[in-house]
């Protein structure tokens, strides 16, 4: 069974931070561009960033340009969100998808309709 299972949410103070996990069983996803996303409540998924499956080249989209990273290991099938001084517009579900096609361009990695894979979610809560 193919599937992504984010971890790693939770209660963060504004200016914290906090890292997601996203593990792949199934499928390797050293073969896939990884995006992550984000739904807060009353509001359209929003994609955070794309990260390419040929060289590890990121968009990020200027809300958290400078702020969040991702990084991958393969030796564990998972990819992880790095996120540094959170605000409270952060506040969201974060989810991590996995899109095959080799020949995305990163900045159309923020659509969810290029991908063919997709977690449950985890919600990180950012409040003082």
């Known amino acids: 069974q193919l599937q992504l299972k984010e971890s790693g949410g939770g209660l963060v103070q504004p200016g914290g931070s906090l890292r997601l996990s996203c593990a792949a069983s199934?499928?390797?996803?050293?073969?896939?561009?990884i995006g992550w996303f984000r739904q807060a409540p009353g509001k359209e998924r929003e994609g955070v960033l794309c990260?390419?499956?040929?060289?590890?080249?990121?968009y990020y989209a200027d809300s958290v340009k400078g702020r969040i990273t991702i990084s991958r290991d393969n030796a564990k099938n998972t990819v992880y969100l790095q996120m540094n001084r959170l605000k409270i517009e952060d506040a969201a579900d974060y989810y991590c998808?996995?899109?095959?096609?080799?020949?995305?361009?990163?900045?159309?990695?923020?659509?969810?309709?290029?991908?063919?894979?997709w977690g449950q979610g985890t919600q990180v809560t950012v409040s003082s």
């Open positions: 998808a996995a899109a095959r096609d080799e020949g995305l361009l990163l900045e159309q990695g923020v659509f969810e309709e290029n991908y063919d894979y």
């Open positions: 990260s390419s499956r040929i060289d590890g080249s990121t």
């Open positions: 199934g499928f390797t996803l050293d073969y896939y561009n």
